[in-house]
């Protein structure tokens, strides 16, 4: 079989794929459109007809403050900043705002505290959009979250620059990805470091107060990071919590003392955090953030609510647009804060101040829903036009209101009020239903694409099974189907019938191959049905048969059907922690079971003691492995494990140097038995690279492994004491891990062999069960490649020969195991890698899916061998059956849960990304690798230890 035509195929095949998921997400990651349109002083949005004229340096309203300062605390959730004095013993996150309640008390009319409610998902960078542009951002946006693409949009930070204000940033770097040089003055630190609580809010202590006294800038924005990363690090439950909120309340408190009469102050959370300290999602937690009001001049003049109001973050933007005398940005959705336009004087004065707001922010969304409309054309003309008619009455009522002789009256003007926040608010939904909105015949036509393309590499791999399979000719027709599905919707595309784009082409193009292939394998069939029906997947014996010969793995694939098909339902998604290892205990006891009544399981057998065995030992490593599970959001009464927690969260000494322990014996045990593994088939006798890393690296390796963990475990005080010792442990030893694991790794690709040869007239030196082969280097070389089995067959009448006296032969050690050994090294290798980057005490969940993988391939070869000792047919050694790969998927699984994920934003491990990089990076390349290392450890050592593990069970039990 050439090389070429194989590789063209792998490379269709992983195209096919790719199209298929592009086209789903196609339909389920939408965006939303971008308007390049920026509002103006000179747009017409006012409606007031009293000939009041805007003072100089405004626009649309007179400015109220001419400066503000923004303090975003970074997760800032309500609960943080709510001050309740009933409790008693309040937890490490309550009560330690003390200053903004005692503003908020005892000036009531100069300070208010609000619900501030984000809109998901609840990533830095989508707050910060939403923040200055006012709109909604689209959950394909949280894929943007590290990236920091510029906002192309009309937003707070350009109508200010435009507007001549002077703006200066200070705290998150991820500003000057989002705004790069918009700002006046700035002064940026690093912030995907999620294990530094200190360097960014430490740097803007550095230069607030003396920016605040001085007087260049209109508008500054301190954006600290402390609070956040105590909470990705430790959770909102814990001392340091504690001590990084007490930093903010005395930071506001001397903040306070430098404002100005003229200065209005916000103190702002981007969004919440979980009981856990993440956050990226919808939950309660996550969304509900708070907002604080405060100024030296009086801000309210009506009494503060019995309960805080609740007000959504995209209202932020016009409020603070026109307070600060700005035009509001072209794209903005939100609804001002009506309570901060009121005036000094009667109600009747106040509400007609609001109105005058509520009018302008009005015709700004407006005008943005009309552009928006002939732009995107994915808002309801129906809903559009009757929020359209409610505009134009409100409009007209206010504009007779303004021109009727004497004054208004007050119900008068309060319903015309209600009108507007009506409008704006049902303007607000409909956006929201909008870009929500999935588009539903993409994803399933992609669903649709990939399932056929899993059945084409079916159908491919039972043909190559069958030896009657040509790559060339099996690659030229889809080739050319897909030729020409592509010309077709090109000319359609060129005549005007359709649009397509990128996407569609490409999916179009997998289909139309799709169907080539499968046309010729049906016309195959057809002509071959009389000489090689047998060989074919589709020809010959009925389908009754076929399920008694085991050509149609009913039960493993209809638990892959099962699994694949609870995907579309929400609650199994959220159950899938338990689903996955329920499943794999069926899968493994139907096996067992059915070896029995076949009459398999013979009494006394060594390999049905074995199967027992090994059956027992995957039940205990499922049970165990379930108590390592972190809850989702969405499931209340559920309580992640304690035991996902890291060494350094546990304050009992004597608990935690108990789990230090039970942590570096599992390294151990790990390290040690690929030694003894390695070492009971011979493969530790040759003095090559690979041999000596695994005599000396393992060792080593373990060593730093248990050094880093002995360093993240203590506690945050004593690392302080000792930052130098600490920095440099924190970089030298996990750094010292991937320079070895580089190393060998590379040691294996530069020799892989572990096969020691030694002449039968040399004293025995070598350990481990010898396999003899031919007298010549030459031709041991030649036989390596081969399957043990056919090299045991083929050299057995050579050894007979040799103990005849035909002359000397040659031993080889380790050759039984010549493909596992160089696999299973760099699997503990990859192993050791991971551990890493997983807290410590995952270290045992790591053991347990070595030992369950270990079960499930000994398992399989235990039934191959019961099954061929009690049949006259011998097993083929090319073919993987489907329950062992079912089995592996499912193990895989159930570990990637047992590793403490979830498939949500709030669970994926962030702070893997600075293991070894304590100070960040430079890119987000690294970074996004090792995060990607972290959440998908379990598929990548199950993928890589199935070769391996298969291999070195190859030899006979």
Not at 697 to 702: I, K, V
Request: glycine share 6%; hydrophobic share 45%; charged share 15%.
């Amino acid at each position: 079989m050439q090389r070429a035509p194989v590789l063209l195929f792998l490379a269709w095949t992983c195209f096919l794929f790719f199209s298929a998921i592009g086209l789903f997400t196609s339909g389920f990651l939408l965006m939303r459109v971008e308007l390049a349109n920026h509002s103006s002083c000179s747009d017409a949005v006012t409606a007031s007809l009293r000939g009041t004229r805007v003072p100089l340096g405004s626009c649309w309203l007179p400015s109220r403050f001419s400066k503000a300062v923004l303090i975003i605390i970074d997760a800032l959730k309500f609960e943080f900043a709510q001050y309740d004095p009933s409790r008693q013993e309040p937890r490490p996150y309550e009560n330690k705002l003390k200053f903004l309640h005692q503003l908020a008390s005892q000036q009531p009319q100069n300070a208010r505290l609000y619900r501030f409610r984000a809109d998901p998902p609840t990533t830095t960078m989508q707050r910060i959009k939403g923040l200055t542009t006012g709109s909604l951002p689209t959950f394909i946006d949280a894929g943007s979250n590290f990236a920091s693409y510029a906002i192309q949009e009309d937003n707070l930070i350009w109508q200010l620059a435009q507007n001549g204000k002077r703006v200066v940033f200070m705290g998150d770097d991820t500003w000057d990805g989002l705004f790069p040089q918009a700002f006046f003055r700035s002064y940026f630190f690093p912030s995907f470091n999620v294990k530094d609580l200190h360097t960014v809010d430490d740097g803007i202590l550095q230069h607030l107060y003396q920016t605040v006294d001085g007087s260049e800038w209109d508008l500054l924005i301190a954006h600290f990071l402390g609070v956040d990363h105590c909470g990705h690090k430790h959770g909102p439950d814990h001392p340091e919590m504690a001590k990084k909120l007490s930093q903010m309340d005395e930071m506001l408190r001397l903040l306070v003392d430098h404002l100005a009469n003229d200065t209005l102050l916000l103190v702002a959370g981007d969004h919440g955090m979980t009981g856990t300290g993440d956050h990226g999602g919808d939950t309660e937690e996550e969304v509900n953030a708070a907002l604080f009001v405060y100024s030296k001049a009086t801000l309210f003049w009506s009494p503060p609510p019995q309960e805080p109001q609740t007000v959504s973050q995209v209202n932020f933007v016009p409020t603070l647009a026109l307070l600060l005398g700005i035009p509001v940005p072209y794209s903005n959705i939100g609804e001002v804060m009506d309570d901060l336009f009121a005036i000094e004087g009667d109600a009747t004065s106040s509400v007609l101040a609001q109105l005058e707001a509520y009018s302008i922010n009005a015709r700004q969304v407006d005008r943005f829903l009309r552009s928006y409309a002939l732009a995107a054309q994915d808002i309801s003309s129906q809903k559009l036009q009757q929020l359209q008619d409610l505009f134009a009455a409100t409009s007209e009522e206010h504009e007779r209101v303004l021109a009727q002789v004497g004054s208004p009256g007050l119900p008068q003007l309060e319903q015309l009020r209600s009108q507007f926040r009506r409008y704006l608010q049902e303007a607000r939904a409909i956006c929201a239903e909008s870009w929500a909105r999935f588009h539903p015949v993409r994803m399933v036509a992609g669903c649709a694409l990939l399932t056929s393309s899993c059945l084409l590499c079916y159908v491919a791999s039972r043909m190559a099974a069958g030896l009657n399979f040509s790559y060339r000719h099996l690659l030229w027709y889809p080739l050319l189907w897909g030729a020409v599905g592509a010309a077709i919707l090109g000319l359609t595309h060129l005549s005007g019938w359709t649009t397509t784009d990128l996407v569609l082409l490409s999916s179009w193009v997998a289909a139309a191959s799709q169907l080539g292939f499968f046309w010729h394998c049906w016309a195959r069939r057809a002509r071959s049905s009389n000489t090689a029906s047998a060989r074919l997947p589709f020809g010959g014996s009925s389908l009754k048969s076929r399920l008694r010969a085991g050509l149609v793995p009913a039960f493993p694939l209809g638990i892959l059907a099962l699994r694949c098909g609870a995907m579309l339902s929400d609650s199994f998604v959220m159950a899938e922690a338990q689903v996955a290892p329920f499943l794999l205990v069926s899968l493994v006891l139907v096996l067992v079971l059915r070896l029995h009544w076949r009459g398999r399981l013979l009494e006394g057998s060594l390999s049905s003691w074995q199967l027992l065995g090994l059956l027992a030992l995957i039940l205990a490593c499922v049970r165990l492995s379930g108590f390592f599970q972190q809850c989702r959001e969405e499931t209340p009464s559920c309580r992640s494990s304690s035991l996902l927690a890291p060494l350094a969260s546990l304050k009992d000494p004597q608990t935690k140097n108990l789990s230090y322990i039970l942590c570096l014996v599992s390294l151990g045990t790990l390290a040690g038995g690929v030694r003894c593994w390695l070492r009971h088939y011979g493969n530790l006798n040759h003095p090559n690279g690979p041999v000596l890393f695994v005599r000396w690296g393992f060792p080593l390796l373990a060593l730093c492994i248990g050094g880093y963990w002995a360093i993240t475990s203590g506690a945050e005080e004593a690392l302080l004491k000792l930052r130098a010792w600490v920095q440099l442990a924190l970089v030298a030893f996990p750094q010292g891990i991937f320079t070895l694991v580089a190393a060998g790794l590379f040691l294996l690709l530069w020799d892989p062999v572990t096969v020691t040869v030694r002449d039968s007239r040399d004293p025995p030196r070598a350990t481990g069960p010898p396999i003899v082969s031919p007298s010549s280097q030459a031709e041991l070389l030649y036989v390596i490649p081969q399957l043990y089995r056919q090299m045991q067959e083929s050299l057995r009448s050579r050894l007979d020969e040799a103990k005849a006296g035909s002359g000397p032969t040659v031993a080889a050690y380790g050759l039984g195991s010549v493909y596992s050994a160089a696999l299973l090294i760099s699997m503990a290798l990859l192993g050791f890698l991971l551990m890493t980057l997983h807290s410590e005490r995952l270290s045992l969940v790591f053991l347990l899916l070595f030992m369950e993988a270990f079960a499930l391939l000994w398992m399989h070869a235990c039934a191959v061998a019961l099954s061929s000792s009690s049949s006259s047919s011998q097993a083929d050694p090319f073919t993987v059956p489907w329950y062992a790969l079912v089995a592996w998927a499912l193990a895989a699984a159930q570990f990637f849960y047992a590793t403490g994920h979830q498939p949500v934003f709030p669970a994926i491990h962030w702070n893997s990304a600075f293991v070894g990089f304590h100070q960040g990076h430079n890119t987000t390349l690294l970074p996004a690798l090792l995060v990607g290392a972290n959440t998908f450890a379990s598929h990548i050592l199950f993928a890589g230890s199935w070769v391996s593990f298969a291999s070195a069970l190859a030899i006979p039990l």
